[in-house]
Each structure stands twice: as structure tokens, then as C-alpha cells.
């Protein structure tokens, strides 16, 4: 009797560090540390592109995970909260919506809760699902707080993320890592050496001349994917059919007050700037398509719509939406930057990391690394990142903007027949079709579609069993409840200084 035996990985080694490398690290070593060494190397004199300073609410889980305690995590961080993102100038210059991490309104008797805005918004033309919204009403009067529950209602309270200084995460991070027996090497990467039989990398040579051999390697090396890329010769999907973007040009100011408990993505003639509040500095950056603006061009523009003085110089930053053809190739794994890219417009980029790590650790390989195994992992995240450009290209083809030929670009292409069945869908009667992997939530979809002018022309019949009268007094309820619950939160930036006091 035979047995298949046990050929358990023992060595992983990251090449890159930045966010993408400290997150695997700190991931692997907090919950597999006892059975792998982890080696992670980066060089100081490559540096890292630190523009991902804004998130989503996923990260809270991550960081519970690794055990970070939350107001250590915004003193060492500079952070500050985020309740959602704030579109300006998208659909029509002069307008904005704001696309928040909750529910509007209250779901009542099985049914999403737009579908009673939908039928009362045809007697009350004026009124805004966002009146509704907690988050809105939060996040417009520059109030934060930990709202759980609200009251006795079925209403959940305030989901948030942070905004932190990309570069101060990193270092918390390997913090974290480096007691828990992760090795870091400081050194850059002159060659890779494959096995001639597998076509496995066997070891990395370092400028110093020292070889660090491993069983597993994760690519961390931003957009050059120098393994995945360069020694697996694993090609790119290019998206930029759909998302034009190509450059960004970022540079940070001086904080300015009231700080904000959102993010604000306003759309300029051939791309869109952000703005992220952090305790310390105002993040900013220009994300722009090169064929339609010149790079002098869209650093003055960002320029000329800072809200503080500038610090430092602005700099351009290079990238090609779209993503890897595999992920995972042989024994290499790539992460962040090296894997794919998706422009920061839905501040996706480190839970796309903190997603891809946990899903190398549920999938995580022996030595004969399965072809199975890695099939599933390449499955599972091309699809993820597959909805998640589906949500993107939706800001940019629903838009009612001709002021400039990158807009009437965007408004004229073809789009992916699975987002075009999405709206087709929403415009008709405002159901929804989510797939069960997408990151985005239902109310996700209905904030953009309803803010990018996707406005249903119905809604479910379902609804029709409330009078009138029933109908405009749950309505006068849901909006007199979020009054009372807005009211006594302390405004955002006070709600941090009592925090780290």
C-alpha cells in the first residue's frame, strides 16, 4: 500500500516590500508563522508608489486579524475615517453624490429599500434617496462616530474605513512582522534562477551577490512583476480599452479644516483628481489618459484645485489598467501592482492585497503545488477583479458629460455585456443581479447607478401593499431617525483627538 506523501512548503519569500509585500508578510507570519520562514527582500533605492491612502471597510477586518489595535493604528498611520467616497462633476459638471459604505433607508418586508424611495420619488419629484442615507447625513455634517445599531431599528449603524498614510502602514507593519520571524533583507534583485526540469524559480540573486533560495515566491515588485513578469513570462490583460487612465500625478498639501470623513474623486476634461484627509496633510493626485492631456497639463490642473499649499514636488506616476493572465504561475504568486491594476477610483487597490493573501492562505500549496490548486486561486481572483473593473467602467460610460473628447470617448465605447445587463437591468424595474463574488454590495450598485443617472423606471409591485399614507409616514420615520441619531456625534476631527488623547 502506497501514500501519497506529505511535501509541505518551508521557506516563502517575498520579493518587494511596500504594502503589498508587509501585508503578505504580516498575514503569513501572524497566521502560518510556525510552519514557514519568511524572507522578505526590498530595496530602499526602488521605493515604493504609495498612493493607496484610502480604503474600504474590509481592511477593518484585516487588521483585526493581525491583531492591530485600532487607535494605535490610527496614531502610527495618521489616519482618519472614512464613511465613502464623494463623485463630483461625473454625470453632469455642478453635480455630486456620494457613494457611502451603508444602506439608505430601512429594507422592509424582503425588499431593498430603493424600491419605496423609487414609488415615492414619482409624488415627491425633490426628494433624494441620499436623504436617507446615514452616511450621507454623517459625512455631509462632518460627524464620525462608532454607531454599532441604530436604536431598536433594523438600520445597521456606520460602516467606515480609514485613510492613512500608505508608507507609515508599511512600516506598523513590518513592525508587526519582523517579532513574529519574518527576515528582512535590504538588497535588489539582479537575477532569477529557474529550475531547468519544472520551470520553477529555484533562488533570487541579490546585487550583493547573495542568492536567497525559497520554495514559494510572491512578487511584490509593482509594475515591472520582475518574477511573474520577467522570469515566468506570464502576460498582461490590458484594459485600457475600457478604463483610458494611464498617468497620475500626485503630490500632497497642507491639512485644511473641517477634516472630512470622506474621500472626493472630482472629475476634470480627461481624468479625475482625489482628495484624501489625513490627520497630518491632505493626500492629492491627477489620474488622467495621456491621449487626451499632456502631462504639464494635468499637473497644473491638479495644481489649481488644491485646497492648502503644496508640499514637495509633484510627481507622475506610469501605469496600464488591467491585470495578469495568472496570478499564480508554477511557484510564483504575484500581489499588488505586479498582479494587476485598477485605477484607485474605488479605493480598491489594498483590499485587492488583503484579499488575494487570504486567499493564498486558504489555498495555500505543497511543494508539488497542484495544478488544481492553483487553477481555483487564478479563478476566484480574475473574477474578482473582473467585477470590480465591471463597477469601475460604470463611473465613466454613464456619463452625460461631451465638454471634451475623452468624455464623449468614454461616453460612446463599448462596454463588458456584463455590466450593460447590470443597468439594463436596474433601469428597467430596479432589481439587481449580484454575483456572489463580487465585492461590492447591492447598495454599492445602486448609489453609483442612481448617482450616474441610471434612474429606474419602476419598482417592485411588492411595494404597492403600502397606502399612501403608510408609505410617507415609514419615509418621515426612516428620515427622523437618522436625525436623531446624527445630531449628538462629535464632529470627525474631534472624534480623533479624543481618541489618541
Known sequence: MTSNAHNPVKSVVIVGGGTAGWIA???????????????????EAIGTVGVGEATIPQIRRLNGILGIEERDFIRATKGSFKLGIEFNNWGHIGERYLHTFGDAGINLQGQYFHHYWRRFAEDHPDTSMWDYSLHHRAAYAGKFGQVQRVGRTSMTGLAYAY????TEYAAYLRKLSEPRGVVRTEGKVVDVLLDDETGHITSVSLESGETIAGDLFIDCTGFRGLLIGGAMGVGWQDWSHWL????????ACERTDPLLPYTKATAHGAGWQWRIPLQHRTGNGHVFA?????????TQTLLDNLDAPAIGTPRTLRFKTGRREKLWHKNVVSLGLASGFLEPLESTSIHIIQSNVSRLIELFPDTNFAAANIAEYNRVVTKEYDLIRDFLIMHYCRTDRDDTPFWRHCASMTIP???QHKMDLFRACGHLFRDPDDLFRESSWVQVMLGQGVTPESWH??????SDTQLLQFMTDVKAIIDKTVDPLPAHGDFIAQMLH
Do not use: N, Y
Open 25 to 43: 508578510a504580516a498575514a503569513l507570519s501572524k497566521l502560518m508563522g510556525k510552519t514557514i520562514t519568511i524572507r522578505l527582500i526590498e530595496s
Open 163 to 166: 485613510h492613512f498614510d500608505a
Open 244 to 251: 483610458p487612465a494611464d498617468r497620475a500625478v500626485t503630490v
Open 290 to 298: 495621456s491621449d487626451f492631456l499632456s502631462e504639464d497639463d494635468a
Open 417 to 419: 455585456e456584463s455590466l
Open 461 to 466: 409591485r411588492h411595494v404597492d401593499q403600502l
